[in-house]
Antibody, heavy 115, light 106 residues
Framework: EVQLVESGGGLVKPGGSLRLSCEASGFTFSSYTMNWVRQAPGRGLEWVSSISSSGNYIYYGDSVKGRFTISRDNAKNSLSLQLNSLRAEDTAVYYC?????????WGQGTLVTVS | AIQMTQSPSSLSAFVGDRVIITCRASQGIRNDLAWYQQKPGKAPKLLIYAAYSLESGVPSRFSGSGSGTDFTLTISSLQPEDFATYYCLQDYSYPWTFGQGTKVEI
């Protein structure tokens, strides 16, 4: 069974930093592109970032480019997102999501509150 | 970035109704479009990929169509468990973009 478990969310002040993690199991992690998608309270979904299976190709949404950094450790089946220079508008549930061409599996999300 | 315009933003329907949700892309995206269902407090669930391919385990009352810029999600006979918010996603080019969502209510 595919499982994606996020952690690392919490309350942080504007300008602060946070590191989110996603532990994957139930599939060959190193074969899949992975994504982060976020959802502000009461709002829609926003794609944040993507990293290819090898880590060689990385993409960011315009709203986070230069502030967030995605990375992965295929030996540990782990995906990370470093959030720097946080703003109030970054407050959201952050989902880790598997991608085989489109997103097919999502974690349960971790809440980041910037206040 | 490609903009996805989803409509309506909300709709009221009865059990048994046929429901149609549309997504329009600001430029052609071939058939690189997916549809998701999200219930309150839960992660989204994939329903349709590549515009019209039904994800395994998803009931056949859900169907997708379209290509290029105009896409539809159809629920042929709305069931009580289908009351949720639906999103389209273009995975044609980065940055990927979602539609604004359609809330289907009783």
């Amino acid at each position: 069974e595919v499982q994606l478990v996020e952690s690392g969310g919490g309350l942080v002040k504007p300008g602060g930093s946070l590191r989110l993690s996603c532990e994957a199991s139930g599939f060959t992690f190193s074969s899949y592109t992975m994504n982060w998608v976020r959802q502000a309270p009461g709002r829609g979904l926003e794609w944040v970032s993507s990293i290819s299976s090898s880590g060689n190709y990385i993409y960011y949404g315009d709203s986070v480019k230069g502030r967030f950094t995605i990375s992965r450790d295929n030996a540990k089946n782990s995906l990370s997102l470093q959030l720097n220079s946080l703003r109030a508008e970054d407050t959201a549930v952050y989902y880790c999501a598997r991608d085989w061409g489109t997103i097919d599996y999502w974690g349960q999300g971790t809440l980041v509150t910037v206040s | 970035a490609i903009q996805m315009t989803q409509s309506p933003s909300s709709l009221s329907a009865f059990v048994g109704d046929r429901v149609i949700i549309t997504c329009r892309a600001s430029q052609g995206i071939r058939n690189d479009l997916a549809w998701y269902q999200q219930k309150p407090g839960k992660a989204p669930k994939l329903l349709i990929y590549a515009a019209y391919s039904l994800e395994s385990g998803v009931p056949s009352r859900f169907s997708g169509s379209g290509s290029g810029t105009d896409f539809t999600l159809t629920i042929s006979s709305l069931q009580p468990e289908d009351f949720a918010t639906y999103y389209c996603l273009q995975d044609y080019s980065y940055p990927w973009t979602f539609g604004q969502g359609t809330k289907v209510e009783i």
